[in-house]
């Protein structure tokens, strides 16, 4: 964020407010060439509309904690808590380890993010370029992405998003990203939906045996 002209001040406030690695990514390359800020919200915007998926699959297990708690669960959530909350909690039933281990985990995520990115912010000048640091986020999104890969419409959506993202390259202001997305959405939506065309199928085709039998 310091390499790219913002002040170290600016840049705090981002990293406090903005509790979205992939959506700092995103917008800050856009800042630095002076996009529009409708174009800014907008990838912004794109970039994190999985939480509202997460937070339609966090609300069967905290649908009864207070409004304010609620949004605080929302500011801290994120995609490695996750992920690990769903292999620990699979099942959607009451729990009460449930709340503690969502606060575990989203108290040591948000340190682990807040401290390193506070200290790069105060390092930066200290930092060359020529380290080439910048792709360790790249490769920390990486991680994250690949352990969500469970199912063929994710990996359906991932490989369109890839290869939009790579077509669309030449379009400026950083728009290739906005089509990968769009493309990602449509493939996964697409990909959803013939699974759950091919389930009902399946299940027409065995009740039609189990009759006739």
């Not at 728009?175 to 013939?194: C, D, F, P, R, T």
């Amino acid at each position: 964020m310091v390499k790219s002209g913002m002040s170290v001040w600016l840049a705090l406030v981002m990293s406090i407010a903005v509790y979205a690695g992939s959506a700092q990514l995103s917008v800050i390359p856009l800042l630095a060439v002076g996009a529009p800020l409708w174009v800014v919200w907008l990838t912004a915007t794109c970039v994190n509309l999985r939480f509202v998926i997460f937070s339609s699959l966090w609300r069967s297990y905290f649908q009864s904690q207070p409004l304010g708690r609620r949004l605080a669960i929302g500011y801290f959530s994120g995609d490695v808590i996750f992920v690990a909350f769903m292999k620990r909690f699979p099942r959607v039933e009451p729990d009460p380890d449930q709340v503690p281990y969502f606060w575990g985990a989203a108290s040591l995520n948000w340190l682990a993010w807040q401290i390193p990115s506070i200290a790069g912010i105060l390092l930066a000048n200290e930092v060359p370029l020529s380290w080439g640091l910048g792709f360790a986020g790249v490769l920390a999104l990486l991680g994250v992405l690949l352990s969500l890969l469970v199912d063929r419409a994710t990996w359906v959506a991932t490989g369109v998003a890839a290869s939009a993202a790579v077509a669309a390259y030449a379009l400026p202001l950083k728009l290739n990203i906005l089509v990968a997305i769009a493309a990602a959405i449509a493939a996964g939506l697409a990909m959803e939906s013939a699974q759950r065309h091919a389930r009902q199928q399946a299940l027409r085709q065995r009740a039609a045996g189990e009759d006739g039998a």
